[in-house]
């Protein structure tokens, strides 16, 4: 883990270091964590953060030391994704993440429905269904015991609906 609480005074100090900070990070909320995994490629990381649909997924490969962001947020992505590789992840379009284009997926609405309905049940991440990036998800890359404690932390429902527009950090 590269990080994950972080103080107000902390966040505050990164914001003044780096454009790249929210002003309210749900790092200090608790309710994100920067990471990586050794012999696992970030982009099948950030994937599977996007496969989930269920907060924000930041994708640093060339930081100083690489990693992956994920919190339990609103759905978002950074940086920008090209509308071919969202297909690629997304074939059916049933997707909240909108391309760099800001023209959403075909099956946006379907998505969209789907995500209100898991949160108007207080469904947590951990239980979503295979759209979810199931069976080849995280818990997949993981040791037995670290992939308990990664379903563990993943879940906290999520709060907002997205609009479709293109992705902002928060």
């Not at 649909?53 to 090209?82: A, C, K, L």
């Not at 909240?96 to 469904?123: C, F, I, M, N, W």
């Not at 269904?129 to 993981?142: E, I």
């Amino acid at each position: 883990m590269v990080c994950g609480h972080r103080s107000p005074s902390t966040n505050a100090m990164l914001r003044s270091r780096s454009r790249g900070v929210a002003e309210k990070s749900q790092h200090m909320l608790g309710k994100a964590m920067d990471f990586y995994i050794p012999g696992v490629p970030l982009k099948k990381l950030r994937n599977i953060g996007l496969k989930m649909q269920g907060g924000g997924v930041g994708y640093y490969p060339t930081s100083g030391s690489p990693f992956v962001h994920m919190d339990v947020g609103n759905v978002r992505h950074w940086p920008g994704i090209g509308r071919q590789e969202l297909v690629s992840l997304f074939p059916n379009g049933k997707t909240l993440h909108v391309p760099s284009d800001g023209r959403p997926l075909p099956g946006y609405e379907q998505a969209l429905a789907a995500y209100k309905a898991r949160k108007g049940a207080g469904t947590p991440i951990s239980n979503w269904p295979a759209q979810a990036a199931r069976p080849s998800g995280l818990a997949d890359c993981l040791p037995a015991g670290l992939a308990a404690a990664t379903t563990r932390q993943t879940t906290a429902p999520i709060s907002r609906v997205p609009s479709p527009r293109p992705n902002r950090r928060l």
